[in-house]
């Protein structure tokens, strides 16, 4: 079993639309939790960090954390063709980060 | 505001090969991370530094080694190369001392062809 899972989709939403991506992880450890975004034959991106339970937004996202159930979600509102992209959750301890596969996200006009 | 920057941005080899990519993290950034990304794979980690000295070790192969140097820059040497080594080589960087706290900046990759 995979330290982190992602459904590596692909996901295809028209434009407008809440979307919603999810990861899971087995480590109770990890104490990072991160959402990168990643458009082709480009580097990773940070989108959005956080390290405890709860909300955290920016502007159009949202990331959530649930320690208890090891679950973590972006959220996009309001969703834009310039979102389509691979999204990959990434959780760490001090000095590892383990990706998800990456959720490829594709948003129609 | 200044990125990670890393070359070559693309290289191209023959088996059992040589190759050397590099990694200029941002500055004041002490901690560089490498990672292998193959086709529709997520990122796997290689290997990490922190003030120079290696720090965690992941599925690095044995043909493979890696440095960072006094000015923070890092260099990940693939010797032997094997086509299946044709991938995406991303360098990261973190701060873990002072205020950083951890976020991995990527750079752009290095794409090695092995042919």
């Known amino acids: 079993q995979k330290e982190v899972e992602q459904d590596p989709g692909p996901l295809s939403v028209p434009e407008g639309a809440i979307v919603s991506l999810n990861c899971t992880y087995s480590?109770?450890?990890?104490?990072?939790f991160m959402w990168y975004r990643q458009y082709s034959r480009k580097g990773p991106e940070l989108l959005m960090y956080?390290?405890?339970?709860g909300n955290k937004e920016d502007g159009r996202f949202t990331a959530q954390v649930d320690k208890s159930s090891k679950y973590i979600s972006l959220f996009i509102r309001d969703s834009q063709p310039s979102d389509s992209a691979t999204y990959l959750c990434a959780i760490g301890g001090a000095q590892k980060l383990v990706f998800g596969q990456g959720t490829r996200l594709t948003i129609n006009p | 505001a200044a990125g990670v920057i890393q070359s070559p941005r693309h290289l191209i080899k023959e088996k059992r090969e040589t190759a050397t990519l590099k990694c200029y993290p941002i500055?004041?950034?002490?901690?560089v991370y490498w990672y292998q990304q193959g086709p529709g794979q997520d990122p796997q980690f290689l290997i990490s530094?922190?003030?120079?000295?290696?720090?965690d070790k992941g599925s690095i192969p044995d043909r493979f080694s890696a440095q960072q140097f006094s000015d923070y820059h890092s260099e990940l040497n693939m010797s032997s190369l094997e086509l299946g080594d044709s991938a995406l080589y991303f360098c990261?960087?973190?701060?873990?001392?002072?205020?950083?706290?951890?976020?991995?900046?990527f750079g752009e990759g290095s794409r090695l062809t092995v042919l």
């Open positions: 530094f922190y003030e120079k000295m290696q720090s």
């Open positions: 500055p004041r950034h002490d901690t």
């Open positions: 990261a960087s973190s701060s873990l001392t002072g205020q950083g706290t951890g976020e991995l900046f």
């Open positions: 480590n109770s450890a990890f104490q990072y």
């Open positions: 956080t390290y405890s339970s």
